[in-house]
């Protein structure tokens, strides 16, 4: 008993396969052989996958004792650095001083500039005044000069240039 296949060309140019069974099958034997095939090849495929998984699976392993063992590293640097908190603590606190001690130093430094700014100010105020009395004795002196000069006073004093 031999199964044949046959292949004939429909109308539109197509390809048609025909499975021709002998007598000696029936539909039941055909669809218990085809289910047979499909169970097989599916443990064949869940057997690959179940061994590809068990393989990527010990990689995922070596891959995490690599980084099991980059974070104890880190752990270990992070205590060496650890250690070394008091000591750039220390660091800071005298950097801090100093800081401080210049601040300080820039601040007398800025009050006395201001103090002396407050000095040149006044100074500048007291040069202003004197220089406006001066101006007003300059006026007066100079008011009383044309009155000096003005022809009634040359009268009074009997100066003959003044015209009658």
């Given at each position: 008993?031999?199964?044949?296949?046959?292949?004939?060309?429909?109308?539109?140019?197509?390809?048609?396969?025909?499975?021709?069974?002998?007598?000696?099958?029936?539909?039941?034997?055909?669809?218990?052989?085809?289910?047979?095939?499909?169970?097989?090849?599916?443990?064949?495929?869940?057997?690959?996958?179940?061994?590809?998984?068990?393989?990527?699976?010990?990689?995922?392993?070596?891959?995490?004792?690599?980084f099991?063992?980059?974070?104890?590293?880190?752990?270990?640097?992070?205590?060496k650095?650890?250690?070394?908190?008091?000591v750039?603590?220390?660091?800071?606190?005298r950097?801090?001083?100093?800081?401080d001690?210049?601040?300080?130093?820039?601040?007398?430094?800025?009050?006395?500039?201001?103090d002396?700014?407050?000095?040149?100010r006044?100074?500048?105020?007291?040069?202003?005044?004197?220089?406006?009395?001066?101006?007003?004795?300059?006026?007066?002196?100079?008011?009383?000069?044309?009155?000096?000069?003005?022809?009634?006073?040359?009268?009074?004093?009997?100066?003959?240039?003044?015209?009658?």
């Open positions: 008993m031999r199964m044949e296949a046959s292949e004939t060309e429909d109308q539109a140019g197509e390809m048609n396969t025909t499975i021709t069974v002998p007598r000696g099958f029936n539909l039941n034997t055909v669809v218990q052989i085809v289910g047979f095939l499909v169970l097989f090849g599916t443990v064949v495929a869940g057997w690959s996958n179940l061994q590809n998984n068990q393989t990527n699976f010990g990689r995922f392993i070596e891959e995490q004792k690599l099991n063992g980059k974070v104890e590293e880190r752990f270990v640097n992070g205590g650095i650890l250690s070394q908190v008091p750039l603590q220390n660091d800071l606190a950097i801090e001083a100093t800081s001690k210049a601040n300080s130093a820039q601040d007398d430094r800025i009050g006395r500039l201001a002396s700014a407050n000095d040149i006044s100074g500048v105020s007291d040069l202003k005044t004197q220089l406006a009395l001066v101006k007003q004795s300059l006026d007066r002196i100079e008011a009383w000069g044309d009155i000096v000069q003005s022809p009634i006073m040359r009268r009074r004093n009997g100066s003959s240039d003044v015209p009658n």
